[in-house]
RNA sequence: GGCCCCAUCGUCUAGUGGCCUAGGACGGAGGCCUCUCACGCCUCAAACAUGGGUUCGAAUCCCGUUGGGGUCACCA
C-alpha cells in the first residue's frame, strides 16, 4: 500500500512550490490507489498561525488535491496536527534515550550561540561539541532539551527517486536537537515520527531536504523503523532564476483562482515543471495520475514561467464543457461557448460578459466610435440595421450571408460593413464572432444598440 | 568556507552510447487563414557550459574546471 503525505508547515500561504509538491504526492497516491495524508507541522509555535492553515487548506480544495487521512477528514492516525502528538514524540525520544541513542542537553542557547559565532569566524560549519553526551542528565532536568546521538563514524547512503545515490560521512553530522525543553518536536524528529506512525512509504519533498534526509535515515534505524523511499523535488525559480521566495513572485495559489485560471490548468503547468512524458504538454487530471512516475522527474531546478502557464490556461479554456466555464465565470452556457476559445483566463470571458452582455447598452470604446462611427459608417450602419430587422429571425448563418451580400454590393470587404456594426452592438471593436453575438443578444436590442449608436452620430 | 545537489535553445523539456545535420512546447520574427479578437496552420532564428579521458562511436559514461543552487538553528 502506497502511503505518501505532503506536510506543510502552516506559516505561510500555499504557494507553487508547496502546491507541486502536494500535486506530486497525490498524483503518486491516485496512480496507486493508495493513501494521500495532509499533516500539518506546526511546531514552530512563533510562525504558526490559524489563518496560513486555513489558506493552506483553502488553496489545496481549489486545485482538488482532495486528502485521504488529516484535518477535517481525520483518520485512522489522528490527530493529524503535530502539537496535538507531543505525547507521541515524548514517548519515542524516551525510548531512544533509554536506549542511549539520544541524551539530555542543559547548555545554554549563549554557549551555543558563543560556539556558532566562533565557527563562523573561523569559516567552520558549527557542530555541537557533545558537551552533555555523557552527563546522563536526567528527565526533569530544568532546560533540558533533547539532542539525538549521530554516530561519530562511517557513512549513510540512500538512493534518491530523482537524484539517485547520495552518501553523507557521519563526521558531517552532530548531536542534533530533536526535542525543546518544553516537549515540542523539532522538524527532523517530528517529521520521522509521524512518518513512521503513520506508516508513510514514500517521502517526496523539495529539494532543501536532501541534507536532513541522512540525519532522518539514522533516526528511522535508531527506532528501529523501515526506511520509506524519498523523492527530493526540485526548486522552482523566479525569472531571475534565484528561488522563489516572497520577493520573487512566490504568490499564493489562490491568486491565480483571482486571476481567472482553471485549477486543472494550474496543475498541468505544474506536473510539467519538472516532469515529463515525451512531447506531450497538455494532460487532463485522468492523464496526469496514468502517466506520471518518479523517472521522468528532472534532477535540475526550473523557472516558473507565467506566460507558459497563461497558455496552458487557454488550451485548458478550450477543452472545458461551456457549462463549466459559465459556472466558474459566472456567464451563461452560450456566451461561455463562444468566449471559450479566445480568452485567456474566466476573467476575460467575465469582465466580455459584463460589459456587453449583461446592460441593455453597452459601455462605448470613445476612441474607436470617433474612428469607426463616421457620417460616412452611417448609411452603412443603417443599412445594416435593416438587414438584421429583416434576417435575424433565421439565425446567424443567414445573417452572415445577407451582411457578405450588402457588402459585396458596396463593393466592401465584410470587414468594412462588420466592424462599425460590432462596435454599435458589442461597445469595443473585439468581440466574439458577430452574428452569433448578436443572436445571443437578441433582435430587440441589438436593434437598440444600434440605434444609440447611430444617435451617436448624429 | 565545509558538505551535498545540479548543468541541452531566453524558458519548460525530449534524449538512458550509434535513430541527433539534437526533437517538441512557451515566448520571439515572418507568413497563411479571417467579420475583429482568438484559434489553427506554415516558415525562420535559437541550445548539448568548458577541458580532458573511456569507446569504432558520446548530449548521453568517468574525472577536473567553471557556473548555479541547497544546507550548515532549541525554523520547517
Redesign the pocket.
Known sequence: MVRVRF???P?GYLHMGGARTALFNWLWARKNKGVFVLRI?D??QS?STQQSEEAIIDGLKWLGLDWDEGPIVGGPHAPYFQMQRLATYDRHAESLIAQGKAYR?????EE?DRL?EQ?ARE??????PGTCRNKNLPRGTP?A?VRFRMPDEGATTFKDLV???????HK?LHD??IL??DG?????F??VVDDVEMEITLVARG??????TPRQILMYQALKYPVPLFAHL??I?GAD???LSKRHGAVSVLQYREDGYLPGALLNYLA?????H??Q?IFTIPELIEDFGW??V??????F?P??L??VN??WL?LTPPVEIAKMAGVSPEFAALMQ???RNLNEIRDAYRAYIVPDLPAYDEKAVAKQLTKETRPLLEEARAVIDRTFEQGPQAM?QAF?ALAEQRGL???KL??PV?LAVTGT????????TIALLGKARTLRRIDAALERIK
Open positions: 506536510a506543510p508547515s506559516t507541522e511546531t514552530d510562525r542537553c542543559d547548555c545554554t542557547k551555543l556558532r565557527a569559516k567552520r560549519g558549527f557542530k555541537y532546560g532539551v537524484k539517485g545515490e547520495i552518501t553523507t560521512q558531517e542534533e536537537v525543546r525543553a515540542v518536536p523539532l522538524y527532523n517530528g517529521a529539494d532543501d531536504h536532501v541534507v536532513n526540485p526548486m525559480l532564476k534565484q528561488r510539467r515543471l519538472g516532469w515529463s515525451g512531447d504538454e523517472e521522468h528532472g534532477a535540475n531546478a526550473g523557472v514561467n506566460q507558459k497563461e497558455w487557454q488550451q478550450k476559445e479566445r480568452a452572415e457578405r470587404g465584410l470587414g462588420a466592424q460590432r471593436t473585439v468581440s466574439p464572432p458577430l452574428f452569433e
